[in-house]
């Protein structure tokens, strides 16, 4: 097996990744750093994220303005001073990526633009029309070719961490082209690999984003922190799920239901707002949950539009008219139009809450650094916590700039200093397991399971039991029913043989990954007996904050179900209170 | 939903037991608004989990999943059957390239080419962050905009005859890289980036086909990029050996 | 090494017939023989004007020959063709600012035919033609 030497591996070439990559190049150019990634960087999911990032940078806005945004939306369960670190450090990243070439969108005076977003008091969210992420994903990764010492290896797949004497070693991954295994020897590694939305049908998420990272770190000892958390974005297209992004409704789109009503209006969120005169952090421009879980509630009234995909609201932007909306909304119409056959210039677009991110994730203290020493994440797929009980749209894209740097700060220190050396006999041992291990994956016998069988029960059961509203019998069955699919995917055979691109033996190891993944969020659901943010207990209406004011932590437990334990909230200015979002002077 | 029955006629390749591609065909029975990408994936998932090809995003970002359809290079997740009449379709994967294993190219070629031309900025000079954004009006961002948006899912090269006749060519999706980096007026960095865009197999290859352009599902039009830098290429050369005291 | 990337084949010398628009660009390539024919016999006509009266009046009568009106007409269209071919790609690597935008194409490539139709009418009236 190939050994390649490194100080930092990075796991994950999406935005994370690659600010991570960057910011190690910069800090030592010196340091040996492994980018792996399981697609070509640019194909990273990242590259999705359509509305902005936030950060505050014009004269009417505060820092402590967008902490008590960030921190009442999260529902009180973000962590403060990883909350205040990063609304600090925002602006000054997102105006790094501008001397990287990033194209913002600009005012007529040559600043950066800002438009409005959910549950944001004010205008803060840069964006580069409303391909925000995909700019930005670029960017990096054209600026990350500048350095020589970023070594990429495209489609290598990381099965497994290589852990001994309490501290990482490395890690161990299957270069997809060859089918070789390759073993890194490092003190550090980062995982900035995103989040799970995949253990869901209807998801805004890509194929590739089935919480790998995750899995590695929970398998090797490290928590999954809230993982309870799933945020419904509420304007997703029936049948594909793909996402028309917040700035639908920042530019003044609104939400119908089947009689034409705005109805957000009944659900805490008013009073209705002119149209085409959006008011911040009111109706349209309320938390992603509220909105999800106000559709849930008109579904129940049958006030929901019946379609051939299902029940659907509409969000209606025709009075923007065409020009604003091809300048700043071109790519939604487009998908609008091509997938459902709409053009929101004359019609209204049939929308559905789909799931769209993962609050909770790898636990990480405010250095981006989790309990396994040598061991970072950043991105998604950790759990600092700024997101809270529900993420700010617009802060996810601000916290894999944030976050990926301050990872690998983290990491250079770590390696320059306290990292011990390489146990390389444990190391080859592990990874040695490793290979063996994938090799008898081709030698499985045949239990009449398929993969897509097998992927389509756990993703129902998910929708069924841990969707927007959740209670003690659903979240139980299935937790019960992820348990029996770990144990029944055993039985899936490899009918792809070849060592060479074999997407099957990848599904499979994807497959593993979810399944665990997917039952931290239901067995963290199961415990949490409280409704906070995103989690919402038809049994628990209220949020409990003298029992729940903390995180939960899901330890594996091998092929049994997690253990969860719990974590305080790290408190430092804002008390818990009422989140308002009526409209009233705060 | 109405379904429609479609054979698909899909290439393969396993380079550990073939010595040449094939052709396998699979009946998928399609729902009408359906893209070629949910075919394929229903014969991963149904029908033959040995195929392979790469797809994300399924929402025309990414770039992951380009293949020649019926001839045509096109990416898979946003072409819609409903476009395609008749009741076979042909799927191989992007010409010119080498292929990997079934609908799986080679991409090293481009990788390389695209760090070659340098497509980051190269500001005059540095500001510190602390200075602020560089000032950019929506008009300066307009010049460019249009160039930033490829996704690099390398239709552009499965169309151009020239790529394939002379696989040194830089190529249509790098050289409209380069053109948006010189187009921005933050940087500074075309001198640079002329070394690869001026010799032969930079802009000079081009025929000007136009093919890139057609088939670009993003509207990036790379022979439009190509066909200005020729022009600024030529005032560069004309200004150098005619005027030689404007000489550095 | 499991590795055998395949490479498939491109003709060399018939790649143009794989598709429509490989066609359409070799014949707006091609067309341009018959510029280069048309150049030639004007040539001709020269050297013959240099040659005396007699050369000249053989050249115009030779001129005259059906065979000649035939390729005068088939050279005409094709050079028709590809300067209409060209124009019709000039916005391409024209871009030209104009307020919030770019100049439209259509203006672009109607600019292009309009020097054309007026150019050719001075041309005409200049030969007595009109």
């Excluded at chain 1, 792996?36 to 194909?43: E, F």
């Excluded at chain 1, 390759?182 to 799970?196: D, E």
Aim: aromatic content about 8%.
């Amino acid at each position: 097996m190939e050994t390649i030497q490194s100080d930092v591996v990075i796991v994950g070439a999406g935005g994370a990744g690659l600010r991570a990559a960057i910011a190690l190049a910069e800090a030592d150019p010196k340091l040996r750093i492994a980018l792996l990634s399981k697609v070509y960087p640019m194909r990273s999911h990242t590259c999705a994220a359509e509305g902005g990032a936030a950060g505050v940078v014009k004269g009417d806005d505060s820092l402590d303005l967008h902490f008590d945004d960030t921190v009442g939306g999260g529902d009180w369960l973000c962590d403060q001073d990883a909350v205040e670190f990063f609304i600090n450090e925002a602006p000054r990243e997102l105006t790094r990526l501008e001397h990287w070439g990033c194209p913002w969108s600009r005012e007529s005076t040559g600043a950066v633009g800002v438009r409005p977003f959910g549950g944001m008091k004010i205008m803060r969210t840069w964006f580069a029309a409303d391909k925000t992420g995909f700019h930005l994903l670029h960017t990096l990764f054209q600026t990350s070719l500048k350095y020589p010492s970023i070594r990429r290896f495209d489609e290598v797949f990381t099965t497994d961490l290589l852990v001994a004497d309490g501290r990482i070693q490395g890690c161990c991954a299957l270069e997809m082209r060859s089918g070789a295994m390759l073993q890194f020897q490092a003190p550090a590694v980062i995982l900035c690999t995103g989040g799970a939305g995949r253990v869901f049908p209807f998801t805004t998420n890509g194929a590739i984003k089935t919480g790998d990272g995750m899995a590695l770190a929970y398998r090797a000892g490290v928590p999954l922190k809230d993982m309870e958390f799933v945020q419904y974005h509420p304007t997703g297209l029936p049948g594909t799920g793909i996402l028309l992004t917040e700035g639908c409704r920042g530019e003044g789109g609104v939400l119908r239901n089947k009689n034409g009503d705005r109805y957000l209006k009944d659900y805490g969120m008013g009073p209705e707002t002119p149209l085409g005169e959006p008011v911040l952090k009111t109706m349209e421009l309320g938390p992603r949950d509220r909105l999800s879980q106000a559709f849930w509630h008109e579904q129940q009234k049958g006030n929901t539009v019946p379609t051939k995909w299902g029940d659907c609201v509409y969000l209606d932007m025709r009075h923007l008219g065409e020009q604003k909306i091809n300048e700043r909304l071109p790519f939604v119409r487009d998908l609008a139009k091509s997938y459902v056959g709409v053009d929101m210039v004359s019609e209204q677009v049939p929308i559905r809450p789909v799931v769209h991110y993962m609050m909770g994730g790898i636990h990480t203290d405010i250095h981006a650094a989790t309990p396994l020493p040598g061991l970072f994440a950043a991105g998604e797929c950790a759990c600092v916590s700024i997101n809270g009980a529900n993420r700010l749209g617009s802060n996810s894209l601000t916290e894999l700039l944030v976050f990926g740097r301050r990872a690998a700060e983290s990491a250079a220190a770590y390696v320059n200093s306290d990292a011990p050396p390489i146990d390389t006999a444990a190391a080859d041992r592990q990874a040695a397991e490793a290979e063996a291990r994938i090799h008898a994956l081709f030698d499985r016998a045949d239990g009449g399971e398929t993969l897509a069988g097998i992927r389509t029960a756990m993703t129902d059961t998910m929708e069924t039991g841990a969707g927007i509203y959740r209670d003690e019998a659903l979240l139980t069955d299935t937790a019960n029913t992820l348990a029996a699919l770990r144990r029944r995917q055993g039985g899936i055979a490899l009918k792809d043989k070849s060592k060479v691109f074999n997407t099957e033996l990848t599904q499979v190891l994807e497959l593993a990954c979810m399944l665990e993944v997917a039952e931290t969020v239901a067995v963290s659901g199961l415990a949490r007996k409280e409704s906070r943010g995103s989690h919402q207990r038809l049994d628990y209406v209220d949020r409990n904050d003298s029992d729940y004011l903390r995180h939960s932590m899901a330890y594996s437990q091998g092929e049994e179900a997690p253990r969860i334990d719990y974590l305080d909230v790290v408190i430092t200015k804002s008390r818990p209170g009422v989140r308002d979002y009526s409209g009233a002077k705060s | 939903m109405s379904q429609r029955q479609i054979t698909f006629e899909v290439l393969r390749y396993n380079p550990e037991a073939d010595s040449a591609p094939w052709i396998q065909t699979y009946s998928v029975p399609c729902e009408e608004e359906w893209v070629i990408l949910d075919a394929i994936n229903y014969i991963k998932d149904h029908l033959d989990s040995t195929l392979s090809y790469r797809w994300s995003c399924h929402m025309a970002v990414c770039g992951s999943c380009g293949m020649t359809v019926n001839g045509e290079p096109t990416l898979s997740c946003k072409a819609f059957l409903r476009d395609y009449k008749g009741s076979k379709i042909r799927v191989e994967p992007l010409t010119h390239f080498p292929v990997e294993r079934d609908l799986v190219v080679v991409l090293d070629d481009f990788m390389e080419k695209l760090q070659s031309v340098k497509p980051y900025l190269m500001p005059k000079t540095e500001k510190p962050v602390e200075e602020g954004e560089y000032k950019q009006t929506p008009r300066q961002l307009k010049n460019y905009k249009q160039y930033t948006m490829c996704i690099n899912c390398m239709l552009c090269y499965a169309a151009c005859p020239q790529y394939a006749l002379n696989p040194e060519f830089i190529g249509p999706a790098a050289l409209a890289l380069t053109h948006r980096y010189n187009l921005d007026s933050r940087d500074a960095g075309r001198s640079e980036r002329q070394e690869v865009v001026a010799q032969h197999e930079g802009v000079w290859e081009c025929s000007f086909v136009g093919a890139c352009s057609e088939v670009c599902p993003k509207d990036v039009d790379p022979a439009g990029a190509i066909q200005q830098m020729k022009i600024a290429s030529t005032v560069d050369w004309h200004l150098e050996h005619l005027m030689p005291w404007r000489r550095k | 090494m499991s590795r055998n990337p395949y490479m498939r084949v491109v003709p060399k010398t018939t790649w143009y017939l794989r598709n429509g628009r490989y066609l359409r660009y070799m014949a707006r390539e091609v067309t341009c023989i018959f510029i280069g024919l048309y150049a030639i016999i004007l040539t001709m006509g020269l050297v013959r004007l240099a040659q005396g009266p007699d050369a000249w009046n053989r050249y115009i009568a030779g001129m005259a020959e059906p065979v000649a009106l035939v390729f005068h007409l088939v050279a005409l269209g094709f050079a028709c063709y590809h300067a209409m071919g060209w124009f019709n790609v000039t916005p391409k690597a024209m871009r030209i600012p104009k307020g919030d935008g770019f100049v439209p194409d259509k203006t672009i490539i109607g600019v292009h035919y309009g020097i054309w139709g007026g150019v050719s009418l001075v041309l005409l009236i200049l030969m007595g033609v009109l």
